[in-house]
T-cell receptor, first 115, second 111 residues
């Protein structure tokens, strides 16, 4: 399977714990995005990378959130001191940006539940 | 005003019907546009890129009106398998690539 993969698929944690999610993009893609989605809403942009450089972070991304893409391949998203409001689906997408078009392909997501 | 807005839905239509979804965007700097579909508890999947001249893929037709800042998606001869949420996506190029998803419009195709 050469699509975007994410691990774990589900994570249940207690408030205050740290969690880390991993995303493996499609291998030739240079862009990697992280989104958060809650029920009944479209995905909300969190951050994105061009190769290993993190180019933008949303204002939604508090200091408790950090993302890395150390070698321009896989990426990790860490949430420190989780809160119940962090419960959501965390989606990763990758794309090969060519000119104006940026068609993103999504992974299956990691569903986080904070108790 | 939200940057990307869609018909609130839900749309409930019989099999074989034609249904149209509209999406409006607020920033005239928007450069590229897409429609994604999302099945319940699944990830979004790219349905169509929207080209400036409009484009068609089988039963699906996408149109872009830059002057009025809206995008539409038309589905002809609806199938049960078309039941999903349809997400409008707008890509703006400012100092960085800003990708904005609309809230989605839910479609249920009824036998």
């Amino acid at each position: 399977d050469t699509g975007v993969s994410q691990n774990p698929r589900h994570k249940i944690t207690k408030r205050g714990q740290n969690v880390t999610f991993r995303c493996d993009p499609i291998s030739e893609h240079n862009r990697l995005y992280w989104y958060r989605q809650t029920l009944g809403q479209g995905p909300e942009f969190l951050t994105y990378f061009q190769n290993e450089a993190q180019l933008e972070k949303s204002r939604l991304l508090s200091d408790r959130f950090s993302a890395e893409r150390p070698k321009g391949s896989f990426s990790t998203l860490e949430i420190q001191r989780t809160e119940q409001g962090d419960s959501a689906m965390y989606l990763c997408a990758s794309s090969l940006v060519q000119g104006a078009y940026n068609e993103q392909f999504f992974g299956p997501g990691t569903r986080l539940t904070v108790l | 005003r939200k940057e990307v807005e869609q018909d609130p839905g839900p749309f409930n239509v019989p099999e074989g019907a034609t249904v149209a979804f509209n999406c409006t965007y607020s920033n005239s700097a928007s450069q590229s546009f897409f429609w994604y579909r999302q099945d319940c508890r699944k990830e979004p999947k790219l349905l169509m890129s929207v080209y400036s001249s409009g484009n068609e893929d089988g039963r699906f037709t996408a149109q872009l009106n830059r002057a009025s800042q809206y995008i539409s998606l038309l589905i002809r001869d609806s199938k049960l398998s078309d039941s999903a949420t349809y997400l409008c996506v707008v890509n703006q190029k400012t100092s960085y690539d800003k990708v904005i998803f609309g809230p989605g419009t839910s479609l249920s195709v009824i036998p």
